[in-house]
């Protein structure tokens, strides 16, 4: 991944942060995509300090294609083309379907899937033309199975590993490979909000009988994107402790 350019979306904390950092210590030119300017500020400060400025923040909103496509060209005026797409952003607006609001629904569709769409759109054109990519497009484990409140949620992760392989088949002649992580649950802020019982139980249905680290996402989106990965596209990887087998 030595000097290779990546763009990782949501990067500024949880698992986008731990990806950035792996990519980093891999060598890689980063670029992190948020949209809120304060963490996006911070999440470059942190990653400048390992990487020696080899980081760029770009503020802007997945669910928007012209803010992408801006953003884009500051990262291609600044890095180089992009030749690693991580889509990670993604927002959570839970509630039982019976009480789910249309905006809730629109808003994580808007970010978790069309904001998928959006960054590869703006990418993979220049991918085609180099006749190289890695598209890592980051899923969650109730994309496979479905969850109790979060018909949203679980309709865009359904969605986005309908389009990876999609991508993997139409990016194949061009040497361009596709693939997406699954995460559990995954030890961020996101689980840290929740009660102490949702925990436990959470833990009772994991084969592990532990919450994962963004950590061991991280490593997984690595090696996809790494050099190493030649032979492996249009894949579903899990990182859940055995939830989903």
């Given at each position: 991944?030595?000097?290779?350019?990546?763009?990782?979306?949501?990067?500024?904390?949880?698992?986008?942060?731990?990806?950035?950092?792996?990519?980093?210590?891999?060598?890689?030119?980063?670029?992190?995509?948020?949209?809120?300017?304060?963490?996006?500020?911070?999440?470059?400060?942190?990653?400048?300090?390992?990487?020696?400025?080899?980081?760029?923040?770009?503020?802007?909103?997945?669910?928007?294609?012209?803010?992408?496509?801006?953003?884009?060209?500051?990262?291609?005026?600044?890095?180089?083309?992009?030749?690693?797409?991580?889509?990670?952003?993604?927002?959570?607006?839970?509630?039982?379907?019976?009480?789910?609001?249309?905006?809730?629904?629109?808003?994580?569709?808007?970010?978790?899937?069309?904001?998928?769409?959006?960054?590869?759109?703006?990418?993979?054109?220049?991918?085609?033309?180099?006749?190289?990519?890695?598209?890592?497009?980051?899923?969650?484990?109730?994309?496979?199975?479905?969850?109790?409140?979060?018909?949203?949620?679980?309709?865009?992760?359904?969605?986005?590993?309908?389009?990876?392989?999609?991508?993997?088949?139409e990016g194949a002649p061009f040497n361009i490979i596709c693939n997406a992580v699954a995460p559990g649950f995954i030890d961020t802020q996101m689980t840290k909000d929740l009660p102490d019982k949702v925990i436990e139980e959470?833990?009772?249905?994991?084969?592990?009988?532990?919450?994962?680290?963004?950590?061991?996402?991280?490593?997984?989106?690595?090696?996809?994107?790494?050099?190493?990965?030649?032979?492996?596209?249009?894949?579903?990887?899990?990182?859940?402790?055995?939830?989903?087998?």
């Amino acid at each position: 991944m030595q000097g290779r350019v990546a763009l990782v979306t949501g990067g500024t904390r949880g698992i986008g942060l731990a990806i950035s950092e792996e990519f980093v210590k891999a060598g890689a030119r980063v670029a992190i995509l948020g949209s809120n300017p304060e963490n996006v500020d911070t999440a470059v400060k942190k990653l400048n300090q390992l990487s020696g400025n080899r980081v760029l923040g770009v503020v802007a909103n997945v669910g928007e294609l012209s803010e992408v496509l801006a953003g884009v060209k500051v990262i291609e005026s600044n890095l180089g083309t992009v030749e690693i797409l991580v889509n990670n952003a993604g927002i959570t607006r839970d509630a039982l379907f019976m009480r789910m609001t249309e905006e809730n629904w629109d808003n994580v569709i808007n970010v978790n899937l069309k904001g998928v769409f959006n960054c590869t759109k703006a990418v993979f054109r220049p991918m085609v033309k180099n006749r190289f990519g890695k598209i890592i497009n980051i899923t969650s484990v109730v994309g496979l199975s479905g969850n109790m409140g979060q018909a949203n949620y679980a309709a865009s992760k359904a969605g986005v590993i309908g389009f990876t392989k999609t991508i993997a088949k139409e990016g194949a002649p061009f040497n361009i490979i596709c693939n997406a992580v699954a995460p559990g649950f995954i030890d961020t802020q996101m689980t840290k909000d929740l009660p102490d019982k949702v925990i436990e139980e959470i833990r009772a249905n994991i084969p592990l009988a532990k919450l994962g680290k963004p950590e061991d996402v991280a490593k997984v989106v690595a090696f996809l994107a790494s050099d190493v990965n030649q032979y492996i596209t249009g894949q579903i990887i899990s990182v859940d402790g055995g939830m989903n087998m």
